[in-house]
């Protein structure tokens, strides 16, 4: 059985940069399939932050490209999200998840883990 | 302002069946048949509930279905029960430089 969770800081202050870790057990990343950040503000909607592949090629929301990196540490089972110069604006549960690709494009997500809420204040 | 247009709540009772509509454009819904939905229970992550417009992953009950036509993608859940009860996403491919796209949700409400 997959399961993906994540960790990180809970609050971090204005300008900071976010970074949150997705430990992936049940199945090895460098087997394949994409791995993304999704971000869910409080009562509102879900946001796709960015995805990266097995091999390390990453695709961003034009949004938030500018700010955000993604990566992925093979030996260790796990990929990360680190987000720069932060706001208010962008407290929300962070969840990660495996996602799904078809003929190389990266679709639906089948795994996904719990979420952390992550705020930002000063 | 949500990129996939769903509405805001929809309701029914116990045993009926209620759609849940998700409109796009032919850069997204409409031109691909990689629309998913996704269950949320409050406090809860989303759940895959419908892949490729209108599979099942396994473990999800043949209760739900998904369907497509033109622009517009369709969840329905028939036999409605109490636990169906959560918000639901609708989500797609899309030729923009945005890759994927969320719906705004819909509330579920079961009477």
């Known amino acids: 059985q997959v399961q993906l969770q994540e960790s990180g800081p809970g609050l971090v202050k204005p300008s900071e940069t976010l970074s949150l870790t997705c430990a992936v057990s049940?199945?090895?990343?460098?087997?394949?399939?994409?791995w993304g950040w999704i971000r869910q503000p409080p009562g509102k909607g879900l946001e796709w932050i960015g995805s990266?592949?097995?091999?390390?090629?990453?695709y961003y929301n034009p949004s938030l490209k500018s700010r955000v990196t993604i990566s992925v540490d093979t030996s260790k089972n796990q990929f990360s999200l680190k987000l720069s110069s932060v706001t208010a604006a962008d407290t929300a549960v962070y969840y990660c998840?495996?996602?799904?690709?078809?003929?190389?494009?990266?679709?639906?997500?089948?795994?996904w883990g719990q979420g952390t809420l992550v705020t930002v204040s000063s | 302002q949500s990129a996939l247009t769903q509405p805001a709540s929809v309701s029914g009772s116990p045993g009926q069946s209620i759609t849940i509509s998700c409109t796009g454009t032919?850069?997204?819904?409409?031109?691909?048949?990689?629309v998913s939905w996704y269950q949320q229970h409050p406090g809860k992550a989303p759940k895959l509930m419908i892949y490729?417009?209108?599979n099942r992953p396994s473990g999800v009950s043949n209760r739900f279905s998904g369907s497509k036509s033109g622009n517009t993608a369709s969840l329905t859940i028939s036999g409605l029960q109490a636990e169906d009860e959560a918000d639901y996403y609708c989500?797609?491919?899309?030729?923009?430089?945005?890759?994927?796209?969320f719906g705004g949700g819909t509330k579920l409400t079961v009477l």
């Open positions: 490729d417009v209108s």
């Open positions: 032919s850069s997204d819904v409409g031109g691909y048949n990689y």
């Open positions: 990266i592949y097995h091999s390390g090629s990453t």
């Open positions: 989500s797609s491919y899309t030729s923009s430089s945005t890759l994927r796209v």
């Open positions: 998840a495996r996602q799904i690709e078809m003929a190389t494009i990266p679709v639906h997500f089948d795994y």
């Open positions: 049940g199945y090895s990343i460098s087997s394949g399939y994409y």
